[in-house]
């Protein structure tokens, strides 16, 4: 069973910027990884997601403001997340997908990290 663990969620005011974290096993290697969130009563949406090879892809919400990069050599995945607005808050999770392209299916899920936004 592969771990991922995240990090980095908080409390910021509105333009302010947070950097999240996933470590695991299978970050550093050859999987697509990915970041989603869920806000309350709302469905998990998209955020970001990165290829083995450093393709990236994300939400037209985040575009320009949000950034996902990886250090393979740490099996860290990232996500900086500038001009943050209160739509933002939510709880962020990041995930594993089966191989190294993200159309492929979630393998597996961190356990979350909350991100809230004041005004």
């Known amino acids: 069973q592969v771990q991922l663990v995240e990090s980095g969620g908080g409390l910021v005011q509105a333009g302010e910027s947070l950097r999240l974290s996933c470590a695991g096993p299978?970050?550093?290697?050859?999987?697509?990884m990915g970041w989603y969130r869920q806000a309350p009563g709302k469905q998990r949406e998209l955020v970001a997601r990165?290829?083995?090879?450093?393709?990236?892809d994300y939400a037209d919400s985040v575009k320009g403001r949000f950034t996902i990069s990886r250090a393979n050599a740490k099996n860290t995945v990232y996500l900086q997340m500038n001009s943050l607005k209160p739509e933002d808050t939510a709880v962020y999770y990041c995930?594993?997908?089966?191989?190294?392209?993200?159309?492929?299916?979630?393998?597996?899920w961190g356990q979350g990290t909350q991100v809230t936004v004041s005004s």
């Open positions: 995930c594993q997908y089966s191989s190294g392209t993200y159309y492929s299916r979630i393998d597996y």
């Open positions: 990165i290829g083995s090879t450093g393709t990236t």
């Open positions: 299978g970050s550093g290697s050859i999987y697509a």
